[in-house]
Every structure is written in C-alpha cells, then in structure tokens.
C-alpha cells in the first residue's frame, strides 16, 4: 500500500512527506497474583498493601514465575497468529527509578516468548489492512510514583510493581493516524476476546508507545521492498498514550514537528518524548546520555522458560472464537452485512449482548435493533453497552414480538422506550397496555371503509394519483393509534380503492 | 577487549557507585586484567553451539496463579528512611 492508497501525506513547503509508524503496546496481563510473587494484582487498593517482600526487592527473594501469566502470553500469542517460542527466557533490563524497587526490571530481551505474527484491522471506512507483529514478551510492570501529594517529595506506591505485561511490539506497517487508534482497537479487541487483558485504557490496562518517523514519498514502498530500515525516517517514541484519542492526536503534531525540522535543515534526533493531553504537543521526555543504557544480561535469579508441547496445544484448544472468525460466521450463517457484523464484533461486550439477544431469533432484525436502536440511544446517554438499562433478554422479546408480527415496528420503538425508561417484561407490558398490532382485516376494513365515506373526494384521487394512497394509511395508523399491521392496511387500502 | 577510564566511569555512575575519580586509573587496569583473563575464553571453537545460560538443567519452578502473599505493608515499610500515608516518600523525582 502507497501512500497515495491511505492518503495520509504531509504536505510541507519543499515537498511531500508520508508517515510510519510501529507501536510497542503495554497490555497488563489479566491474572490474579502477580508475574513472580503472589502478592494481588487488583486495581485501587491501598497504597503498598499488594507488595510482597519480593516486589519490594528486600535482599535474598527469589523470584518464582505465575504458570497462568505464561499461558496467558501464549494464549495471546495464538491469537495474533504468532509463532509461540518453545524456548525464551528471562532479562535484566537495569536503570534506577524510584518506583523500581529492584534497579531492574525482569523482562526478555533477546528470547521473547512469542514470536512474528500479523493481525487484520478496519479502518473508519470499512477497509481493512494488516499489521505485522514483531514480538511479544513477558516484563513487570514498575510501581506508581505520585508527584502532587506533596511539593517536595514524591510518594511511591509498589502495588503495581511486578505485576505481569505483555510488551506487543509491531512491524513498521502502520500509516496514518486513523491506522493506529484501529491497530489498538483491534489489538484490544483481540486480548478482551481471550480473556488475557482487561483493556481498560483509562485504568492503565492497556498502555501504548507510538514510534513516529516521516520520509518523502516513496520511502515506505521501497523499505517494504528492501526491509531496509534506511528508507525511513529517524523516528520518536512517544511514550504511554493512554487514549485512542491521543494517540491519533500525538501522531499528528509529532510527524508535523518532524516535517518542519527537516525542511528547515535539521535533523531528528532518536529520543523519546511525552505527549501532553492538555497542550496536543509532544515534548522530549530525557536528554540523559545514558538513559538507554540497559546493561541487558539473562537473569541468573530464572532458569530458560521451556514450554512444552502439550502445554501449547492445550491451549491452542480451547481458545475461543475470536472476532475475525465471529464476523465470518455472522455474515455467512446469519446473512448479516460485513458493516453490521463488524460493528457487532468490534467489541466483546458488544457481540455477547448481541448473542444473547439473538437465542434463536430473527438475526437481521435482532442486529438492527441492537446496531441501530439500542447503541443509537446508548451514545446518545453516554452509557457502555455494559450500563444498558434495557439487557439482552428484553431486547430479545421485543425482537421475538416484532417477527411474530405482535406488534408492528412502529409499536415496537414506543415499547423500547417504555423498557428502557420502565423496565418490565416486553410481553407483559404489550399485554398489559393493549399495543398488539391489529391484523383482523374486518376490523380495519370498518376504518377504511369510514374514511372513505368521510372522504370521497380523496378517495377518488387515489385511482389516478396512486402514490396519494399514503395519506388513507396514515389515517388508518392515526385512527388505530398504530397498531394496525401496516401490510393489511395496505392491502386492504389497494382493494378498496384501487381495483 | 579493554575499558578505558573514562568507561569506567561511565559504568560506575550506571550503577549508582560513587565515582572513584582517585582510584579510577588503578580500577580500570585491574578490571582490564579480569577482561584479559576471562578472554582465554574465546580460544575454544563455539561455531553452531547455542548460548548456554545456565548449567542447571531442571525446568523452570512455576507456581499456580493464586494470592498467597502481600498485605505486609508495615514490613515493607519498616526499613524506608521515610514513609507517609502508606507510601514510600522519596525526594522530587519528577521529570
């Protein structure tokens, strides 16, 4: 794909520009005790109350490694197609920060537990491309430092220290601004489906950093081509973007700084910066010459990780269905649109209501309300498909009544609302307030046939001007507060004024 | 291989060792004589050998993932020079 295919090209004052991207995305991974103690890993205890004495570093605690946290990398190495390493094993990764209680982190450098792999992503517009996948590798995660608590000091919470990340790190295959916030959404999506990251962005879950580089036209192609990383740029990393807001913001101003350095004769220089939310401007993080400097050597604390056979294929069988599959499955044995079936998939939350909804029913008419209706009203609140007032089991029965011809569309819409602002069983409520479509053709032949006595001149123009007919039906639908079943109406109408 | 001073240097600031701006010349001939000692090394043939990292050939311990530990803040705490609210307190250390 050119740049001229994504469309996302900096024009600057000497010429045009396209940009690339990789990102290394830092997805906590979803276990109960944390990576190599077991000490809790949940969200918003007390300061320092998860911390064992080993994720505090005190002298002579060994680090001994979470079998769920190993099988939750390969897990998600299954899911990003992956090549899953039957031998990788463990780092040290040394720099001194105060919320990294040990002076290293444990990570793995040069034997990751996953390998190369490639996941497809959608675009806005409904296209689809495919990122590569680098690698994917097993780290703690640091501890949290608190800057505003006090003017002169910084207080520092280790409740996060040593628990389990998976650093996901792409190929250069990203273009554009959209590309990247659809990369993560799709990576998230993925993770979310198998269980092995919350996603939750807002509590750090999912954390990603974007490496930025700009080249002239022409430069990505021939880096495809060649694998020759001199065809690009010299690229930025912008660490932890927390939003798929930012992210797609930081690209833009990031690659736009670039573009102006070099034309106006500089030259970027290979360092990592922050984005600041507040401003939309990416400023450089640390100058320190030594910062990069990890003296990576193998832990001597951890034996090889060797995973065996069967530990694989186990868990290769019992992954679940994941979204690209579930989309397939929706458009060939549902017959839904790929539009319809990817904005049901995009999100697990989403697809289990739809499922639960679905039990059996109309599977168009099913995905209509719950794309349409139910997500239209929900944005419309603000509210997560989680927050719904109506659930899946009402959403269903007033599917089951609208197939069932009970009730007409038009019927159907005021009951949704009588659910989501009452509550109540569907059914009931129909029942209770007398909403059932009227399909007795006599008695919406006695309304026809009194409009057309009250009305014989408009009657009569029907027969040349057939189109005026939607004026009786709106009469009949006015007369019987909407409940007549329109096709009879409509039937009943071409009889009587038509033939 | 050989350091110079002024890698030496470097390395000690890295690991957060005061600098031993006297001692620096004597350090880096001494570690220069590790160097040159541990490189007899490279006299055997290692073509197609993989890297060996360690000589223990047991598997990897793992344990099950379940909460077993934690909930010791006062002894985490006990050896901090200074401590407030539960947390660790620490000089300004904002970028």
Redesign the interface.
């Known amino acids: 794909m050119t740049a001229t295919d994504t469309g996302y090209i900096i024009h600057g004052m000497k010429g045009d520009w396209e940009v690339v991207m990789g990102l290394e995305v830092h997805a906590q991974v979803q276990?109960?005790?944390k990576l190599f103690?077991?000490?809790?890993t949940a969200f918003g205890a007390?300061?320092?109350?998860?911390?064992?004495?080993?994720?505090?570093a005190m002298p002579g605690m060994l680090p001994?490694?979470?079998?769920?946290?190993?099988a939750q990398a390969v897990r998600t190495g299954l899911g990003l197609n992956a090549q899953i390493n039957p031998h990788s094993?463990f780092d040290r990764k040394?720099y001194?920060?105060?919320d990294l209680p040990q002076?290293y982190q444990i990570s793995q450098f040069s034997d990751p537990i996953v390998g190369e792999g490639e996941i497809e992503c959608e675009r806005e517009d409904g296209s689809r491309f495919v990122v590569g996948i680098e690698r994917l590798h097993l780290e703690q995660d640091a501890g949290k430092?608190?800057?505003d608590?006090?003017p002169?000091?910084?207080?520092?919470?280790?409740n996060r220290s040593g628990v389990a990340l998976m650093e996901i790190v792409s190929k250069p295959h990203i273009r554009t601004p959209d590309e990247a916030s659809a990369y993560v959404a799709k990576l998230r999506a993925i993770l979310r489906y198998l269980g092995t990251c919350g996603g939750d962005m807002e509590k750090g879950q999912l954390r990603a950093d974007v490496n930025v580089s700009v080249c002239p036209v022409g430069g990505y192609a021939k880096f495809r081509e060649t694998g020759d990383f001199k065809h690009l740029g010299t690229r930025c990393e912008i660490k932890n973007v927390n939003s798929l807001r930012f992210i797609r913001q930081a690209i833009e101003y990031e690659a736009n700084r670039q573009v102006e350095i070099i034309e106006e004769g500089g030259k970027i220089d290979q360092e990592t910066r922050l984005f600041d939310a507040g401003t939309g401007v990416t400023r450089s993080?640390?100058s320190k010459e030594?910062a990069h400097?990890y003296?990576y050597f193998?832990d001597?604390d951890?034996?090889?990780?060797?995973l065996e056979e069967d530990f694989i294929a186990a868990i290769k069988a019992s992954l679940p269905e994941l979204p690209d599959e579930k989309r397939k499955r929706f458009v060939e044995e549902l017959g839904l649109t790929d539009y319809d079936a990817s904005v049901l998939v995009s999100d697990k939350d989403r697809a289990d209501y739809f499922e639960a909804v679905l039990e059996g029913r109309d599977a168009k008419l099913a995905a209509n309300w719950v794309n349409n209706e139910l997500f239209g009203r929900l944005n419309k609140e603000g509210l997560s498909i989680t927050q719904s007032p109506i659930n899946p089991q009402q959403l269903g029965k007033i599917v089951e009544l609208i197939s069932k011809e009970v009730i007409s569309g038009k019927i159907a819409k005021d009951l949704f609302e009588i659910v989501w602002e009452e509550g109540g069983d569907p059914e009931a409520i129909v029942e209770d307030r007398g909403m059932k479509q009227v399909t007795d053709t006599g008695a919406i032949e006695a309304v026809v046939d009194q409009l057309i006595a009250d009305n014989p001149d408009q009657a009569a123009k029907v027969k040349d001007k057939p189109k005026t007919m939607g004026w009786f039906v709106g009469q009949v639908m006015k007369a019987m507060q909407g409940k007549a079943n329109p096709q009879a109406v409509n039937d009943i109408l071409t009889k009587k004024l038509l033939d | 291989m050989s350091v110079t001073t002024d890698e030496v240097r470097?390395i000690a600031?890295?690991?957060?060792i005061a600098e031993p701006t006297a001692r620096l010349e004597a350090l880096t001939q001494e570690l220069n004589g590790i160097l040159d000692w541990v490189e007899q090394l490279g006299e055997v043939d290692v073509e197609g050998v993989e890297p060996m990292?360690?000589p223990?050939v047991?598997?990897?311990?793992?344990?099950?993932?379940?909460?077993?530990?934690?909930?010791?803040?006062d002894?985490?705490?006990k050896n901090a020079p200074?401590a407030?609210?539960?947390?660790?307190?620490?000089?300004?250390?904002?970028?």
């Open positions: 276990s109960q005790a103690s077991g000490a809790a007390d300061p320092n109350t998860q911390v064992s004495l080993v994720d505090a001994v490694i979470n079998k769920e946290c190993v094993r040394n001194f920060y105060p002076g430092s608190i800057h608590l006090d002169n000091a910084t207080y520092v919470d280790l993080m640390r030594d400097d003296r193998p001597p951890l034996l090889p990780l060797i | 470097r600031k890295l690991a957060r990292t360690t223990v047991t598997p990897l311990p793992m344990r099950e993932d379940a909460i077993t530990d934690g909930n010791v803040r002894k985490v705490l200074n407030d609210a539960g947390f660790f307190v620490v000089p300004k250390s904002v970028e």
